[in-house]
């Protein structure tokens, strides 16, 4: 069974950076293929950002790009997500997420991802 513990949520003006962190333990099925999910208020889920095992390969969606970097270190069992210049509609719960057997061409789908954790609160102040 996946287990993912998302943290580095929190209160942020326009304009700031914050770096999310999710801690994966999964077992000896890991590494995995992870993504960063979030669903603003009144919206779908929305996959953000995902990264392959070895992380050769990232995807990012319209939103994200030239803003958020997703890396992950295998050796920490650890994915993180670092967002720059926020704006306040990038507030949203922030998911870390997981999947079993290779990422699908993009764009990838919230339901392609199997394990999900909590998530994290994040908020862009204007």
């Known amino acids: 069974q996946v287990q993912l513990l998302e943290s580095g949520g929190g209160l942020v003006q326009a304009g700031g950076s914050l770096r999310l962190s999710c801690a994966v333990e999964?077992?000896?099925?890991?590494?995995?293929?992870l993504g960063w999910l979030r669903q603003a208020p009144g919206q779908d889920h929305e996959v953000v950002a995902a990264?392959?095992?070895?992380?050769?390969?990232?995807y990012y969606s319209d939103s994200a790009k030239t803003r958020f970097t997703i890396s992950r270190d295998n050796a920490k069992n650890t994915v993180y997500l670092q967002m720059n210049n926020l704006k306040p509609e990038d507030t949203a719960i922030y998911y870390c997420?997981?999947?079993?057997?290779?990422?699908?061409?993009?764009?990838?789908?919230?339901?392609?991802?199997?394990?999900w954790g909590q998530g994290t609160q994040v908020t862009v102040s204007s």
């Open positions: 999964s077992g000896r099925t890991f590494p995995m293929p």
């Open positions: 997420a997981a999947r079993r057997g290779p990422l699908p061409p993009p764009p990838p789908r919230p339901s392609d991802f199997n394990s």
């Open positions: 990264i392959s095992v070895t992380g050769s390969y990232t």
